[in-house]
Structures are given as structure tokens and as C-alpha cells.
């Protein structure tokens, strides 16, 4: 069984920072990519940046210049968010494209963690 842990998160002023990581435990054969998701109240999900097995990132417009995606490993990667803004308050949520076995493919979500931009 292959899980994501997300941590980090909380509580931060506008203009502030903010670190979350997540990690990928269990039965790993490949990590394809990892990434991360947020949603607001009454908002869909969307894409905040998400980062392949060969380091290649991809970030929304909303966010470039502002949050970095990185990994110490495969398994482990952070979200640093800088100059954050009221409108980012929302859960985020680590997503993995992991390979059990050559064969099991999984598309699996973290619990999500939640973000509160507020003075």
C-alpha cells in the first residue's frame, strides 16, 4: 500500500511564507511525479505546481515567480510559498503518479492540508 503524508501548512499573514512538504511511504516501484493541488471554499480543484521524476517543474500561472517546487528525494517534495495572498487560502493537496509494480499504476491524493492566509 502506497500513501502520501503531507505536513506543513497553517496559519500566515498576507505578503507571508510558507513551507509544505509530502512524502510518498509503501510499496514504491516508481515515483512518475508528485505534486501539489489546492481548493478553495465553493472553488474547484486546480493545479499549483507539480514536479517529474527528471526534476522537470510545472507551476500555474497564479503562482510562478512566487512558489518553488523542489525534492530532497524521489519520495519527498516541498512546496515553499512566498508573498502569499488571502485568495490562497485553501486546502492543498499532494498528489502522486507512482507505480506499485511495473504494472499498478496509482494516481493517489494526500489528505490535504489546510492553508490560511489572514491578518
Known amino acids: 500500500q502506497v500513501q502520501l503524508v503531507e505536513s506543513g501548512g497553517g496559519l500566515v499573514q498576507p505578503g507571508g511564507s510558507l513551507s509544505v512538504s509530502c512524502e510518498a511511504s509503501?510499496?514504491?516501484?516508481?515515483?512518475?511525479?508528485m505534486g501539489w493541488y489546492r481548493q478553495a471554499p465553493g472553488k474547484e480543484r486546480e493545479l499549483v505546481a507539480t514536479i517529474t521524476s527528471g526534476g522537470s517543474t510545472n507551476y500555474a500561472d497564479s503562482v510562478k515567480g512566487r512558489f518553488t517546487i523542489s525534492r530532497e528525494r524521489a519520495n519527498l517534495v516541498y512546496l515553499q510559498m512566498n508573498s502569499l495572498k488571502p485568495e490562497e487560502t485553501a486546502v492543498y493537496y499532494c498528489?502522486?503518479?507512482?507505480?506499485?509494480?511495473?504494472?499498478?499504476?496509482?494516481?493517489?491524493w494526500g489528505q490535504g492540508i489546510q492553508v490560511t492566509v489572514s491578518s
Open positions: 509503501g510499496n514504491i516501484f516508481s515515483i512518475v511525479a
Open positions: 498528489n502522486g503518479k507512482i507505480y506499485a509494480s511495473m504494472t499498478e499504476w496509482l494516481d493517489l
